[in-house]
């Protein structure tokens, strides 16, 4: 009985085995300054730091190139400047971030563009309403110094209209 139910148990454990996925991959895999093992799921920020491992790569796929001592203090002492010189160009994950950055902004550009022009929008529905009613003669009524209600007379109504009627034409068209 126990030979006949042991393929079963094995053909379910390495079909359980074969549908995980692989999370060993999805690291990042380094040796820092001081010589400790790193493993994170962002790339290492430092120039020093090279990945023995990166997402989606197999081991060994990435080994760091092995430097002799004079080469590594070569490298520690200053460069004299050329005068012909070029920046070096951006690595891609700064790349990446310099056009997230980019697009965030615009993003963020437009949609302050979209709220400022619903407000404007808003305000204009509200000025042809108030200037509608003027005109149609409903009673309107402006506050005083002291905060009361003074009703406007017939004179005022038309000073009224005509500040409304400039104010449409300047914000409005």
Not at 25 to 33: E, I
Not at 65 to 73: K, R, S, T, V
Not at 130 to 152: C, E, F, I, N
């Amino acid at each position: 009985m126990l030979r006949s139910s042991a393929p079963c148990l094995l053909a379910a454990t390495l079909a359980a085995v074969l549908a995980a996925p692989a999370p060993a991959l999805a690291y990042w895999q380094w040796r820092d300054a001081n010589g400790h093992m790193v493993y994170s799921d962002v790339p290492p920020s430092t120039a020093a730091a090279r990945a023995l491992r990166a997402p989606g790569r197999h081991a060994g796929e990435l080994q760091p190139a092995q430097a002799a001592p004079a080469a590594e203090a070569a490298s520690a002492a200053p460069a004299p400047a050329k005068a012909s010189a070029r920046p070096a160009a951006p690595t891609p994950e700064e790349a990446f971030q310099k056009r997230r950055e980019a697009s965030l902004k615009a993003a963020a550009d437009e949609a302050r563009k979209e709220t400022e022009a619903a407000e404007r929008a808003a305000r204009c529905a509200q000025l042809r309403n108030y200037a509608t009613g003027l005109q149609q003669g409903m009673r309107a009524a402006v506050a005083g110094p002291d905060g009361s209600l003074q009703h406007l007379n017939s004179e005022q109504r038309q000073a009224e209209i005509l500040k409304t009627s400039a104010n449409l034409e300047k914000h409005c068209n």
